[in-house]
């Protein structure tokens, strides 16, 4: 059964930890991707990986980190120097970046709140 | 990056009724790509355009890509409950990803 995983579905932290999110594929994909969604509004993209060991910021990086180690694996990292975490986190992956675009396969998604 | 827009930002249709949601952007897209997400799901993807003025259909929804590929458009026949969600437009590839802002559809039965 090929598809995204992210674990929790839900994530509590209290404020000033650091929280790292799981993601995981098994569509062979090379392009990867994580995108924040607040309450209404649309999606943002905070980092993305076109290849293993290599990634790039997107739109609202700052106060996250993440890491490709692994073709399969795109863990993000919610540090405490992120000044609003509490959102839905979504994570996908696509054939490619590169040429002509590929479809996005999301994952559930991660709701964290930080109190 | 830039974002592209869409509009309108909500949408309440009685069921039954029409609803179309457009999607423009101040450069040429090479491709655009549609995207429908459930309440509390994630974004699933719906279809993607490429050649300009490129129209195709699925059952009640017909998407268009403008002559310029500058905008695009989604159109739903006849909405049912079903529809219910927001719907994204993307373009990406070699260019910066790029969601819309969405566009939030709900049916009054």
């Known amino acids: 059964d090929g598809g995204i995983t992210q674990s929790p579905k839900y994530l509590f932290r209290k404020e000033g930890q650091n929280v790292t999110l799981s993601c995981e594929q098994n569509?062979?994909?090379?392009?990867m991707y994580w995108y924040r969604q607040d309450p209404g509004q649309g999606l943002r993209l905070i980092y993305y990986s076109q290849i293993v060991n290599d990634f790039q910021k997107g739109d609202i990086a700052e106060g996250y980190s993440v890491s490709r180690e692994k073709k399969e694996s795109f863990p993000l990292t919610v540090t405490s120097a992120q000044k609003n975490p509490t959102a839905f986190y979504l994570c996908?992956?696509?054939?490619?970046?590169?040429?002509?675009?590929?479809?996005?396969?999301f994952g559930p998604g991660t709701r964290l709140t930080v109190t | 990056g830039q974002q592209v827009m869409q509009i309108p930002q909500y949408q309440h249709v009685q069921e039954g009724e029409d609803f179309t949601t457009y999607c423009n952007s101040s450069t040429t897209l090479s491709n655009i790509q549609w995207y429908k997400q459930r309440p509390g799901g994630h974004p699933v993807f719906l279809i993607q355009l490429v050649k300009s003025g490129e129209v195709k259909k699925q059952k009640r929804l017909t998407f268009q890509f403008g002559e310029a590929k500058k905008n695009s458009s989604l159109h739903i026949t006849a909405t049912q409950t079903t529809d219910v969600g927001t719907y994204f437009c993307y373009s990406g590839g070699y260019q910066k990803v790029t969601f819309g802002t969405g566009t939030k559809l709900q049916v009054i039965p």
């Open positions: 996908a992956s696509s054939e490619s970046l590169a040429g002509a675009s590929y479809e996005q396969y």
């Open positions: 569509l062979n994909h090379d392009a």
